[in-house]
């Protein structure tokens, strides 16, 4: 997603305003309305390198290529969703890499689809699946607002009941409230070497989870907590953060090797 | 680094024992010395999928595409490493993609080295730093036992000194000891839009770095520290483990703008 | 502060209404008047035991011995008090026993004076020592709302200055801005085998504060930081909580042995 | 336990070496066997003040009153112990005060009993229950080297199947498996506003406590996990400390009203 290539039209931007607002758009000729804003025109901006000025509304934005976090600060957030800090320890337990075919099951707010549809590259592929269809439009909307939509395809499935009718798969999250009944058919659905990474607010889940993995045989098991505390970096001196984040979920990996 | 096509030659393999031991090799035809193992014979590997099982010293080994967490796992420790958690923590940061072009510094053992090769993908690229040979050496050795060596490019140069002589850089990742002497260099060899995070134990680097990078303008500067806390579920019952890592390092990520 | 021993006339009393509020109160005959609430008559209560009901106000209400909690609960705040966590790990650093003599400076709000108070028991004899009238003030006034001021002596002085004046401390507790200035003064006033304990916020305030401890020679000199994480039992599973304190301050305790 | 007054005979003091040994021994006259040490003669010790020194086997030697931390330290291990901070919360959250009556079960290797000693004071009471015989007379053993066995009274006796025989009780600490077996007996044997604080090491142990606790119409009731981080202080920097404990026990604290 970035580069100082310049940029071409149809490419996602995001205009930013030093301490202020940003916007993420679509780059094109003509002026362009822009929610709450009026009017804005980008059409000088085409063939120029990132991080040129644009004046507009009395102030000036920077155009930027966006990044995984201007992405998923501008989704519309109709669902609790994952954190940046465990979504980047599923990336890492479920060995995600450019190129790899994922799948996740529910599609949630779409905010984990965003962070694997960066991650796989324009080489990789998503597959998301719920089997509420409100779920799947708001994060198809969210998907299509980043511009990652021809990476992602979502499916209206209920993948307990139904299983995920592919045997290729690099990698699977689950963000559903009962995983142990999806474990059998990941299992089904991964490749050899391929791993499973589940995400349970509760010990309850957690525990079911984990024995339902090793019931199939899964290898590789490991569950986690992700604590990120944030440090303040005063004038008066360095401390941790007042404000925290206490829990989110437990994260548990596991590989099919068999 | 996965996919179900068949095996080639010339590719790194893992093979691995359940519940015992597992080995990294390249793809070969013929009998191949592995150390402290004997000879083990991988031709008829050639052509297979993944998962396909070789019979070997009077055990079964399955030959897997090995995953990150494979790599890191063989490579050979001569510096305290980045742990996975922080690893992946440090790659969203800095929002690292498929494609990027990231530069590090200081190389360590390579582990670092070896997660930003792999999360950059074949058509990315990673520059790694040094300005100790030795560790430079360890580092590429270390690269080389992944397979990963083409994406990575390693330079014994002092950036504190002598900066990065690029200025295109998607990302800069600094496990230094005095990281303030590399703001601004990192400043000017970033692209607008693009990210520096760097990894440091304690408090007093982590305070003055944070306002090295408000002196030199960075902006979205924020800092964190990740703790991993493992659950045991055991037929007893379950619980967080007794055993924890209390502190590896206090993680700060910031942002070129303009 | 329990028993089952009646109550009698001139005690602190808790009228307690189940899931709702409570008061603290003076147990003497006739009419009282309660701020907000109107009148309520005890007479009734004494020479009835803990655990008697009184109808009041249109509800019931149990009139208990209060706890440390209880009172802690009904202080009137006006700065940051010390957590119940922190203020129980102090009691434990700085080894307080019943019947202890015991100094801290400042005096805050007088949430730790009470907790002090509270632990050295009717034998035990606190001095709470500020620079500023104007917390003395709230303290005092908070430590007699608990019924516990005869066992505090407050005084008004600059203990960084002037020191304690005395030489036969149990323990001494700091949560003052710059606990450095007041560790000879410390060493002095505690008896040999006494213990300090401070209360520090950044990092920096706790670096300074163990370098002045090792240069005046305390010995067992020790730092921690105590998270305190709340559990939630729901009907649907149980968990961590989500809201937490991500920080207090850091906790050192060290002793006088010579 | 603390005090400035001259040592008097039969009194527990602590003999102390600068970063070295120590001793917990009753004062006496003439000659004292000490195990691995030879003998020791503290005659001269009679009547002096805490912080005495005494010549011993080639080095110097301290003489104070014990800390509870002293105490603690000297016990004789044979079963898991509550850490200081744990045990530090439950006397908080059981609301324990000087003079007060408690009770523990079970009474484990006797290391929470010789806290709650410490901390009701000489004019508290400690009953200490256990099932089995064996942990009965540890923790006898290790209460008679602290020189509090007069404040406690140990029972064997299984409190889940017997109950308490008391209904005055102040505070419970329970450090059983089963906790929920207890429950309501703890409810008969606590005053009106008594409190029980439990110590469970799971999540199911926590879960089934409390769900018990509010069967048995118990009111405040609050679970918790103390996490402890030391902090190191050293020449190159200060930073959280790398060797930490992930878990000991969740506390629950819950509190008889009517």
């Known amino acids: 997603m970035g580069g100082i290539e310049p940029f071409v039209e149809g490419e996602r931007v995001l205009l930013r305003r030093r301490e202020g607002d940003s916007f993420l758009l679509t780059l094109a000729p003509g002026p362009h309305p822009v929610e709450g804003k009026g009017v804005v025109d980008l059409t000088s901006v085409i063939g120029r390198p990132p991080g040129v000025v644009v004046p507009w509304a009395g102030s000036e934005y920077r155009v930027l290529r966006p990044s995984l976090s201007d992405l998923l600060g501008h989704l519309r957030r109709k669902a609790q969703i994952v954190t940046p800090k465990d979504a980047a320890q599923l990336v890492g337990m479920a060995g995600i890499a450019p190129g790899d075919r994922v799948a996740e099951a529910g599609a949630g707010s779409g905010a984990l689809t965003v962070v694997l549809a960066y991650s796989v590259g324009p080489t990789g592929q998503v597959w998301s699946y719920d089997r509420r269809a409100e779920f799947l439009d708001v994060a198809r909307r969210n998907v299509e607002l980043t511009g990652l939509a021809s990476r992602v395809r979502f499916e209206e499935r209920d993948v307990g009941l139904n299983g995920f009718s592919r045997s290729d798969l690099d990698a699977i999250l689950l963000d559903v409230p009962e995983p142990w009944t999806v474990v059998d058919h990941a299992m089904a659905a991964l490749r050899p070497g391929g791993y499973l990474a589940t995400y349970t607010p509760t010990y309850n889940q957690l525990e079911r989870t984990v024995r339902a993995l090793r019931t199939a045989r899964f290898e590789e098991i490991r569950s986690v907590e992700i604590l990120e505390r944030a440090l ?27």
Chains 1, 2, 3, 4 share one sequence.
């Open 232 to 258: 303040h970096v005063g004038e008066g001196g360095t401390r941790p953060e007042f404000d925290m984040l206490g829990h989110t979920a437990f994260l548990t990996g596991a590989r099919r090797v068999g």
